[in-house]
Each structure stands twice: as structure tokens, then as C-alpha cells.
């Protein structure tokens, strides 16, 4: 089946860091990727939705200069949390969706901010 | 209230019984999604269905879009099957409204 790469898994780093997220499509063109974002024991809440070659579409509450969003090709969207503190600690993950197909989600990386 | 609403949120059993996690959602659809969420995060996709009955070996899937009501069972339950399930639908286009999970134990 469809396959999603999300990278790095995990991620320490100090406070006042950005860090980069990476969610690759494997073996299809994926003209949509949705960020998530997860707190323990609480469903997904979906950060923004991107599509390739345009601006992400960011949720309401959602800082769109904190968590900067690059679909630059089919098969890549990067994630980058700017300027990281212990709040923004949580479980990231991604998914593509090419059309109308299903979602393939990445395995998530989890963020903790020292 | 919330859109997706799950039942139970917690669900212990012995290995070899027959489970059903519930689902009742209160918005118009174009699909639902039914997701396996593991220990470590990652999320599989196991079902999205629109109507009717899908089955996935010893998952099965329903829906009543007039009900507004999914049910996700797993037959022969081994403890492999200990995860977060999910439910999740997809009022129009892609953005999907998520259920807050059913954690289900399958005890050896």
C-alpha cells in the first residue's frame, strides 16, 4: 500500500530552536498533506492543509509564522517549528492524500522541547 | 457536543472475543474513516467507506449514513490488536473530523 515517511521519529532539542519536520510520499504524487498535531490522550487536531506549489491553508488558532509549512514538490511537505518552546512539545504527524483517495498517514514525530 | 463521538473509550478483553467499537457522528458526510493508532503513533488507515459493509480480514466495517452511525468489529481478537482506534469523517473534500479514540486491551 501507499506509504508515508515522516522524519525524524524524534527530536529533543533547547528551547529557542527551530526544528525541521519532513513528510515524504514514497510511491505516489500527493497533490494535498494535512499537518496534525496531538496532545496525550486527545484525538488529532489538524494544523494546516497544504497543497503543492501554493500557501498552506492554516486552522484558526494556529500560528502560521510559528509553524511554517513548505509543499515544494508532490512528494515533500517540511514542517519547521521556529523558535520551539516547551509548549509547542507534542506528537506531530502528517498524511498525504492524492484526489480523492484515503489518507496514508506518516508515522509522527514526537517533539519535546527542553 | 462533539461531531464524532466514540464508544467506549476503554475496552478490555480476553483474546478470541468478538469486539465492536461504536461510532455515531452528527454532520453530513461524504465518508468515514475507521484508523488504527499503535503504541508508538503511527496511524494505519483501515477502512473508508460511504455505505454499506466493508471487511478486511478479520476487520468488518458498517455504516447507516441515515443513522449517522459506524460500527468497527474485530472477530477472533488476539492481542496484536491492542491499539487506539479511531474514527474519523470527511464532511466534504478531504479535511477529516476526528473522534477522540477507543483504547482496546486484548488480554493473552
Known amino acids: 500500500g501507499a506509504v508515508v515517511s515522516q522524519h525524524p521519529s524524534w527530536v529533543i532539542c533547547k528551547s529557542g530552536t527551530s526544528v525541521k519536520i519532513e513528510c515524504r510520499s514514497l510511491d505516489f504524487q500527493a497533490t494535498t498533506m494535512f499537518w496534525y498535531r496531538q496532545f496525550p490522550k486527545q484525538s488529532l487536531m489538524l494544523m494546516a492543509t497544504?497543497?503543492?506549489?501554493?500557501?498552506?491553508?492554516?486552522e484558526q488558532g494556529v500560528e502560521k509564522d510559528k509553524f511554517l509549512i513548505n509543499h515544494a514538490s508532490l512528494t515533500l511537505s517540511t514542517l519547521t517549528v521556529t523558535s520551539a518552546h516547551p509548549e509547542d512539545s507534542s506528537f506531530y504527524i502528517c498524511?498525504?492524500?492524492?484526489?480523492?483517495?484515503?489518507?496514508?498517514f506518516g508515522d509522527g514525530t514526537r517533539l519535546s522541547i527542553l | 457536543k462533539n461531531e464524532v463521538e466514540q464508544s467506549p473509550q476503554n475496552l478490555t478483553a480476553q483474546e478470541g472475543e468478538f469486539i465492536t467499537i461504536n461510532c455515531s457522528y452528527s454532520?453530513?458526510?461524504?465518508?468515514l474513516h475507521w484508523l488504527q493508532q499503535h503504541p508508538g503513533g503511527g496511524i494505519v488507515s483501515l477502512f473508508m467507506?460511504?455505505?454499506g459493509k466493508k471487511k478486511h480480514g478479520r476487520l468488518i466495517a458498517t455504516i447507516n449514513i441515515q443513522e449517522k452511525h459506524s460500527s468497527l468489529h474485530i472477530t477472533a481478537s488476539h492481542p496484536r490488536d491492542s491499539a487506539v482506534y479511531i474514527c474519523a469523517v470527511d464532511p466534504s473534500g478531504s479535511r477529516l473530523t476526528f473522534g477522540e479514540g477507543t483504547q482496546l486491551t486484548v488480554n493473552p
Open positions: 454532520v453530513g458526510i461524504s465518508a
Open positions: 498524511s498525504a492524500t492524492a484526489g480523492d483517495q484515503p489518507q496514508h
Open positions: 467507506l460511504s455505505s
Open positions: 497544504s497543497n503543492e506549489g501554493s500557501k498552506a491553508t492554516y
